[in-house]
Nanobody
Framework: QVQLVESGGGLVQPGGSLRLSCVAS????????MGWYRQAPGKQRELVAR???????NYADSVKGRSTISRDDAKNTVYMQMDSLRPEDTAVYYC?????????WGQGTQVTVSS
């Protein structure tokens, strides 16, 4: 059974930083492509960043240059470092694990950027 557990969200002031973590279990982590998505109130879930099993990363334009996704296959963990946070980054952030047609989601972690 796949389980993805996110952590690291919270309340931060504009310009601040957070590091999100997602620990996976029940999968061969190293062969999965991992991603971070977010969903703000009243909006659709959107891709924030994704890292392939080979370590290639890509980012949404809205976070490019401010966020870094990374993975540690030895720890079954994917991270996302978010810097220079803005109020518009406020959302629930979800971890995703995907391979082929298989896709699993975590429960999400709230990120609130506010003064």
């Amino acid at each position: 059974q796949v389980q993805l557990v996110e952590s690291g969200g919270g309340l931060v002031q504009p310009g601040g930083s957070l590091r999100l973590s997602c620990v996976a279990s029940g999968i061969i982590f190293s062969i999965y492509h991992m991603g971070w998505y977010r969903q703000a109130p009243g909006k659709q879930r959107e891709l924030v960043a994704r890292i392939t099993s080979g370590g290639t990363a890509n980012y949404a334009d809205s976070v490019k240059g401010r966020s870094t996704i990374s993975r540690d296959d030895a720890k079954n963990t994917v991270y996302m470092q978010m810097d220079s946070l803005r109020p518009e980054d406020t959302a629930v952030y979800y971890c995703n694990a995907a391979i082929g047609a298989l896709s699993s989601w975590g429960q999400g972690t709230q990120v609130t950027v506010s003064s």
